[in-house]
């Protein structure tokens, strides 16, 4: 089965810093890739999936971007971040129909 | 608008009784309904799977029922355990929907001795 690391775990960031937070994936290849955030107190919210090399749709128009280099690598990037910016940042690969999530990252924008 | 709502209150129950959660959407058709267990700053856990064609779904203690006339599951934990205590999301994947999952808030479960 798929297991999907994150880092790093904690992440402290003033405003306006630049931000890159790494998932990679073992166990499968070509998966489906997602980043999810989930504000305090508020449900998932899908930002980005990848398909493949290179693919990435994108749902919610803000200052984040992802990218995905390689089969089993997923990057979240921004280069100027905002105090709404902070959250729990997750990482998850697609199963046969359910999603597998990584162990996430703890953003903290000041 | 499209909605997925689940209990914002935690749900509070004895050990030994049954948890019943609740997931209710509109303006959806989703092909499956699923539900993820979420433990305080970690990643959720798939538990179980139902599509749209199916009543129900059982899996050890835990039962889903998902009705697409009413636009509801509803999420069951018999004989439950303190060990249960945690946050309950549960999720649509719609028709062609590239597998992307839409999440509710969730309900916080607390089962106490």
């Known amino acids: 089965s798929q297991t999907i690391h994150q880092w790093p775990a904690t992440l402290v960031q003033p405003v306006g810093s630049p931000l890159s937070l790494e998932c990679t994936v073992e166990g499968t290849s070509n998966p489906n890739l997602y980043w999810y955030r989930q504000a305090a107190g508020r449900g998932l919210q899908l930002l980005f999936y990848?398909?493949?090399?290179?693919?990435i749709s994108s749902e919610v128009p803000q200052n984040l971007s992802a990218s995905r280099p390689q089969d089993r690598q997923f990057i979240l990037s921004s280069k100027k971040l905002l105090l709404s910016d902070s959250g729990f940042y997750l990482c998850?690969?697609?199963?046969?129909?359910?999603?597998?999530f990584g162990p996430g990252t703890r953003l903290t924008v000041t | 608008s499209q909605k997925i709502e689940q209990n914002s209150e935690a749900l509070n129950i004895q050990e030994g009784k049954t948890a019943t959660l609740t997931c209710n959407y509109t303006?959806?058709?989703?092909?499956?309904l699923q539900w993820y267990r979420q433990d305080p700053g970690r990643g959720p856990v798939f538990l179980l799977l139902?599509?749209?064609?199916?009543k129900e779904k059982r899996k050890e203690r835990l039962k889903v029922t998902f009705d697409t006339t009413l636009k509801q599951s509803l999420f069951h934990i018999t004989a439950s355990q303190p060990a249960d205590s945690a946050t309950y999301l549960c999720?649509?994947?719609?028709?062609?929907?590239?597998?992307?999952?839409?999440f509710g808030t969730g309900t916080q479960l607390k089962v106490e001795l």
């Open positions: 999720a649509l994947i719609l028709t062609g929907g590239g597998n992307k999952l839409t």
């Open positions: 139902i599509r749209e064609n199916e």
């Open positions: 998850a690969c697609r199963g046969a129909n359910e999603q597998y």
């Open positions: 990848s398909v493949g090399i290179g693919q």
């Open positions: 303006n959806y058709s989703p092909a499956y």
